[in-house]
T-cell receptor, first 114, second 111 residues
Framework: GAGVSQSPSNKVTEKGKDVELRCDPI?????LYWYRQSLGQGLEFLIY????????KSGLPSDRFSAERTGGSVSTLTIQRTQQEDSAVYLC????????????FGPGTRLTVL | GNSVTQMEGPVTLSEEAFLTINCTYT??????LFWYVQYPGEGLQLLLK?????DKGSNKGFEATYRKETTSFHLEKGSVQVSDSAVYFC??????????FGSGTRLLVRP
């Protein structure tokens, strides 16, 4: 079946612009996670959704970052007033509610802030 | 807080050599442990996992044993292939369901 999909695959933006990154989880997966992979920080957790609510937002690096999930499916990560240090690969993962130890990752969105 | 430490790379081996990538963790309790692999140009894939002490995870010839005495989860393979060239990440799942990753180890296998 279809895996986790993310769009766009690549995004180049200018400093100060807002960007939206989209994640489509595997059908039926109620848990959804966002991570970031950057050269300086490695792989780091950003936010976790169970259904449409986000019990853990502890990894969001600043108030410029926000995320939402609607209908228990698609999620959007928004970065406002982008900065060069936001350049990274943003990864989305999903899992079944009863199997949170098995997270399936999407291919990522590579964000470059000029 | 919880953390994962893995050996620095790159690790360069000849085909059919024995592989060990060291991983140790710091955590409260006994979290599930994982190895993920990222092949060039691809996304993260779960390679293997172990959910409790003394469990051995295995897949595609790779193995790792959950050792609570040494808080380790070292990845091993008896005979590597060129196609195993990738970046390997050790990770733990903390109590709030987020994965905490090590810094990754790049493996390069030469023919």
């Amino acid at each position: 079946g279809a895996g986790v999909s993310q769009s766009p695959s690549n995004k180049v933006t200018e400093k100060g612009k807002d960007v939206e990154l989209r994640c489509d989880p595997i059908s039926g997966h109620t848990a959804l996670y966002w991570y970031r992979q950057s050269l300086g920080q490695g792989l780091e957790f950003l936010i976790y959704f169970q259904g449409n609510s986000a019990p853990d937002k502890s990894g969001l690096p600043s108030d410029r970052f926000s995320a939402e999930r609607t209908g228990g499916s698609v999620s959007t990560l928004t970065i406002q007033r982008t900065q060069q240090e936001d350049s990274a690969v943003y990864l989305c993962a999903s899992s079944l509610a009863g199997s949170k130890d098995t997270q399936y990752f999407g291919p990522g969105t590579r964000l470059t802030v000029l | 807080g919880n953390s994962v430490t893995q050996m620095e790379g790159p690790v360069t081996l000849s085909e059919e050599a024995f592989l060990t990538i060291n991983c140790t963790y710091t955590a409260t309790g006994y979290p599930s442990l994982f190895w993920y692999v990222q092949y060039p140009g691809e996304g993260l894939q779960l390679l293997l996992k172990a959910t409790k002490a003394d469990d051995k995870g295995s897949n595609k010839g790779f193995e790792a044993t959950y050792r609570k005495e040494t808080t380790s989860f070292h990845l091993e393979k008896g005979s590597v292939q060129v196609s195993d060239s990738a970046v390997y990440f050790c990770a733990l799942l903390d109590s709030s369901y987020k994965l905490i990753f090590g810094s990754g180890t790049r493996l390069l296998v030469r023919p």
